[in-house]
């Protein structure tokens, strides 16, 4: 095929893990397609995830003013948890910044203080470089969403970062309803694709939300209907003409294939 539909893992690992492997391999995969279309859901999850997780070590350090203290914080997060996981990519790529570029942060010395500050300046200018690229990394940005607004990150008189909003407006129906609704087989596919007896409460939700969907079709699509959708929304969306772009093969392969379309690793 030669389009591709930039789900969030893809766009994650583009914008926020400078000169990785997982960059890199994200960066030429781009190149195997002839279009490559980012969806808006992509830049709402991926704000309300993963740019969320990188704002979150970002406060941390503005909070206890000390790196020792933020690594601390960090390792008493629950194991195995994606707050977890994440800060600690993020820790990787600030890390990476500051290689790339050692002089601009060259005033500061290396004390616990300073060293906290110099992390805490090079993860905000990724935040903010983030934001700006997100929209050109593609070749088209498309499926906009009428219901959700895109502000960027903002650093308030406090220190700390605002992501808002991070979700859709609440006070009206998810834009994105009258076309799920339209295509109830579908959704019974994509329904049918998720494990009954999975233990994950991920994949609870989305079954629940494509139940309701499907069984109440006259209910109101509210965001947390919209977010328990998740992955699901790229099989639904996803031109057939396109294959889903993911390093979520576990998820989005089961979910693309129920409604004959693909998902690829970069």
């Avoid at 990519?89 to 002089?103: D, G, I, R, Y």
């Avoid at 087989?185 to 049918?192: G, I, N, P, S």
Wanted: proline content about 5%; some cysteine.
């Amino acid at each position: 095929m030669s389009d591709a539909y930039i789900e969030t893992t893809v766009l994650t690992d583009i914008l926020l893990k400078p000169e990785s492997s997982k960059h890199k391999r994200a960066t030429a995969a781009l190149k195997r397609y002839e279009n490559t279309l980012l969806p808006v859901y992509s830049i709402k999850e991926w704000k309300a995830g993963p740019l969320h997780n990188f704002a979150y070590l970002h406060d941390k350090l503005v909070f206890t003013k000390s790196f020792s203290q933020t690594l601390n914080a960090i390792s008493a997060l629950g194991r195995g948890t994606y707050l977890k996981s994440t800060a600690m990519e993020a820790l990787a790529a600030t890390a990476t910044t500051l290689k790339a570029a050692p002089q601009k942060y060259a005033s500061l010395s290396s004390g616990d203080d300073d060293l906290a500050d110099i992390y805490r300046l090079a993860l905000a200018s990724i935040i903010i470089r983030s934001w700006r690229k997100r929209r050109n990394i593609t070749t088209r940005v498309v499926d906009d969403l009428s219901c959700y607004v895109e502000v960027a990150p903002r650093v308030g008189q406090d220190g700390y970062f605002d992501l808002t909003p991070k979700e859709c407006d609440g006070d009206q129906e998810c834009c994105l309803a009258e076309q799920l609704k339209s295509q109830p087989t579908l959704l019974e596919a994509l329904r049918k694709a998720i494990p009954e007896n999975s233990g994950r409460r991920e994949d609870q939700k989305r079954r629940q939300a494509l139940k309701q969907l499907i069984k109440h079709p006259k209910q109101t699509v509210d965001r947390e209907t919209c977010r328990d959708l998740g992955d699901a929304i790229f099989a639904f969306f996803c031109p057939k003409t396109a294959v889903i772009l993911t390093t979520n093969m576990r998820d989005h392969q089961p979910l693309a294939e129920s409604v004959g379309k693909k998902a690829e690793k970069p």
